[in-house]
Each structure stands twice: as structure tokens, then as C-alpha cells.
T-cell receptor
């Protein structure tokens, strides 16, 4: 399995609070991605990174920001959490080939 | 833009029966196509991928998929279902049209496979 960890694995928070999710990889891959998974929607891309300090928006980026200060870490921040951001969040990595490898996911509940 | 459509959000088969999960794609450039499997409370695991080397692609756990350009399809099959195949299956399409994104994927909505004894 690709060396990808996500933390926390589960989080409950309240509306309006900031939340940061962490993705950590040990593969030294250039590309990193954040997706959210919701029933009936599959996985949708939130943000991605193509190098340290190089990030861009995906399909559903509103309300989210990201940062990548080191190759191995990609942080996803919900600036002010809303109930619509209750979801399962997956990080993925790629070395630039066609294949992405996924982390175990973070379950976020916003009350 | 690339997209995939998975026909059937739920598929039920008997143990030992053929598994057929349908995926159709839309892409303006040569696509890269993937099938991922997700077991309950786990991440996504790559089953197989098509990258233009061969139209019939064999993956893990006895699954295979055939790329048919004329039908814009990439259906997933397995000759004989096992109870352990029960999971959510996702078809995805990627391309290199945006070099910054690497091969960012667009996923279908998923098909939940139920295997009955």
C-alpha cells in the first residue's frame, strides 16, 4: 500500500469553527489531491497540488483552502465549517503517472 | 471535460454468477480509465486501469474490463462473484489536458454490488 495517512480519522465539530485535515505521504510524490465523498455524488475534487506551494482549485473548492509547505504534507482547511461540509474526505497522491493512490479517509461531522 | 456515467447505483448478483458493472465515458481527448473498489469504511483501492496499451485490461481479484471506443464504454466484469466482492465500485476518467493537475480524476457516482448466497 502507498504510504498515505490522514489525520484525524474522525472529527466532530460545530458550525462556524475552522477545521484542518492533514494528509501525509512517505512516497515523495509530486501530486496530491483532496476529494470529498458524498452519497449519490461519488468523489469530487476539492483542491490539488502539483508541488510545494503550488495548488489549484478543483470542482468544489468553495469554503475550502489548502496549503503545502512540504512535499509530504497537504493540509485542507475548512475556514468556517458548515453542515453541508459533513462528508468523508479522501487524500490521494500521484507521481505524475495516471494512477492515484488513496488514503484511508477522514469522516467529518459538522453539527 | 471528461466525465463518466455508471449505470445502476445498486447491482445484486448471486454468488457464482457473472458480475457486470457498467461505465460509459465522455472525453474529448484520449482517456485514461480506472476502476476503483471501496470496501466499507475504507479508502479506494485500484482494481485496474486502461492507458491505451491494450483494450482488455485485467485487474486484481479476477476482475477485467474492456475498453470499447465505438461504444465509449469501459464495463467491469468478473466471471464468478464471491461474497467478498460486495463493495462499492467507482469508475473514473482522467486525462493530461491540464498539465498542472497531473491526471486529476472525474469519478462516477458509484455502483454498490451486493452478492447474495
Amino acid at each position: 500500500d502507498a504510504g498515505i495517512t490522514q489525520s484525524p480519522r474522525h472529527k466532530v465539530t460545530e458550525t462556524g469553527t475552522p477545521v484542518t485535515l492533514r494528509c501525509h505521504q512517505t512516497e515523495n510524490h509530486r501530486y496530491m489531491y483532496w476529494y470529498r465523498q458524498d452519497p449519490g455524488h461519488g468523489l469530487r475534487l476539492i483542491h490539488y497540488s502539483y508541488g510545494v506551494k503550488d495548488t489549484d482549485k478543483g470542482e468544489v473548492s468553495d469554503g475550502y483552502s489548502v496549503s503545502r509547505s512540504k512535499t509530504e504534507d497537504f493540509l485542507l482547511t475548512l475556514e468556517s465549517a458548515t453542515s453541508s461540509q459533513t462528508s468523508v474526505y479522501f487524500c490521494a497522491i500521484s507521481d505524475g503517472s495516471q494512477t492515484q493512490y488513496f488514503g484511508p479517509g477522514t469522516r467529518l461531522l459538522v453539527l | 471535460a471528461q466525465s463518466v456515467t455508471q449505470l445502476g447505483s445498486h447491482v445484486s448478483v448471486s454468488e457464482g454468477a457473472l458480475v457486470l458493472l457498467r461505465c460509459n465515458y465522455s472525453s474529448s481527448v484520449p482517456p485514461y480509465l480506472f476502476w476503483y473498489v471501496q470496501y466499507p469504511n475504507q479508502g479506494l483501492q485500484l482494481l485496474l486501469k486502461y492507458t491505451s496499451a491494450a483494450t482488455l485490461v485485467k485487474g486484481i481479484n479476477g476482475f477485467e474490463a474492456e475498453f470499447k471506443k465505438s461504444e465509449t464504454s469501459f464495463h467491469l466484469t468478473k466471471p464468478s462473484a464471491h461474497m467478498s466482492d460486495a463493495a462499492e465500485y467507482f469508475c473514473a476518467v482522467g486525462s493530461s489536458s491540464n498539465s498542472n493537475s497531473g491526471y486529476a480524476l472525474n469519478f462516477g457516482k458509484g455502483t454498490s454490488l451486493l452478492v447474495t448466497p
